[in-house]
Nanobody, 134 residues
Framework: QVQLVESGGGLVQAGASLRVSCVAS????????LGWFRQAPGKEREFVAA????????DYADSVKGRFTISRDQAKNMFYLQMNSLKPEDTAVYYC???????????????????????????WGQGTQVTVSS
């Protein structure tokens, strides 16, 4: 049985840093895309970041570029989201998720939207709350 379990959420002040983690069990995901999404109260879930199996490709939402870093540890079947310079608008439940590597077109191109569309992800964690106070 595949499980994704997030941890590391909490309450921090604006400007602080926090790292959330996700451990995967039940199978390895060495070739899969790992993603982070978040959902703020009253809002739809949105894409935050994704990383390919080879770690050669990463993708970030514009709102977190330069502040958040996604990484993965293949040996431990874990992946992380390092969040720096946190803002109150980063307050949300953060979810990790897994999808297969998108299929490139015949030119080898994969649009970033393939990584950002939550419909492509088929395993999800239960979420961890991150609250940033002003």
């Amino acid at each position: 049985q595949v499980q994704l379990v997030e941890s590391g959420g909490g309450l921090v002040q604006a400007g602080a840093s926090l790292r959330v983690s996700c451990v995967a069990s039940g199978r390895t995901f060495s070739t899969s895309v790992l993603g982070w999404f978040r959902q703020a109260p009253g809002k739809e879930r949105e894409f935050v970041a994704a990383i390919s199996g080879s770690r050669a490709y990463t993708d970030y939402a514009d709102s977190v570029k330069g502040r958040f870093t996604i990484s993965r540890d293949q040996a431990k079947n874990m992946f992380y989201l390092q969040m720096n310079s946190l803002k109150p608008e980063d307050t949300a439940v953060y979810y990790c998720a897994v999808r297969d590597l998108p299929v490139p077109d015949r030119t080898g191109f994969v649009p970033s939207s393939d990584y950002e569309d939550e419909d492509g992800y088929y395993y999800w964690g239960q979420g961890t709350q991150v609250t940033v106070s002003s």
